[in-house]
Antibody, heavy 119, light 111 residues
């Protein structure tokens, strides 16, 4: 059964760049049928799509975050990554990675990783 | 970009039926599939409905989804409510540019 696991720092300083990695197990990130996505959830709030990447490297980003986001894929490590620059307190959230398909159905999800922006 | 609007909260008694709406602000609700996710406190979201009305294996048939082009909305209906259904529910869809949007979420209380 496919599993995803987020990893990265739990604390980031304002103005710095967040770097998170999602490791995929029990399945290949190079599958032509799927995309790989990042989604976040601020405390007590709803879900926000950050962006998605295909194994070839093709990306789609949330227009509201596009100027600060980079998503990349490393097929040799079966991982994909998120970089979010110029972090502020508003970026404090649980960050999830997930697999999606051509209809943008997100399943499964990783367990999520808490990221707090504070000096 | 479009928005998906859900009621902030709904409540119903065990054994009853509840329907959660999800209204698309622009573009046709029928143009792109709608998914519904359940999220219990402290857990990641899980799918209860995909492709407007399909249930993943393991999701009971008490959960059903539909779309209504006249109101440009999608609905999640849960019948025979159980206390374990108490959770937040999110609708989700996308547009022709492959930009994904989630609804704001609905807190379901089973009391």
């Amino acid at each position: 059964q496919l599993q995803l696991q987020e990893s990265g720092p739990g604390l980031v300083k304002p103005s710095e760049t967040l770097s998170l990695t999602c490791s995929v197990s029990a399945g290949s990130i190079s599958s032509s049928s799927f995309y790989w996505a990042w989604i976040r959830q601020p405390p007590g709030k709803g879900l926000e799509w950050i962006g998605s990447i295909y194994y070839s490297g093709s990306t789609d980003y949330n227009p509201s975050l596009k100027s600060r986001v980079t998503i990349s894929v490393d097929t040799s490590k079966n991982q994909f990554s998120l970089k979010l620059s110029s972090m502020t307190a508003a970026d404090t959230a649980v960050y999830y990675c997930a697999r999606s398909d051509s209809i943008n159905w997100f399943d499964p999800w990783g367990q999520g990783t808490q990221v707090t922006v504070s000096s | 970009n479009f928005m998906l609007t859900q009621p902030h909260s709904v409540s119903e008694s065990p054994g009853k039926t509840v329907t959660i709406s999800c209204t698309r602000s622009s573009g046709s609700i029928a143009s792109n599939y709608v998914q519904w996710y359940q999220q219990r406190p402290g857990s990641c979201p899980t799918t209860v409905i995909y492709e407007d009305n399909q249930r993943p294996s393991g999701v009971p048939d008490r959960f059903s989804g539909s779309i209504d082009s006249s109101s440009n909305s999608a609905s999640l209906t849960i019948s025979g409510l159980k206390t374990e259904d108490e959770a937040d529910y999110y609708c989700q869809s996308y547009d022709s540019s492959n930009h994904v949007v989630f609804g704001g979420g609905t807190k379901l209380t089973v009391l």
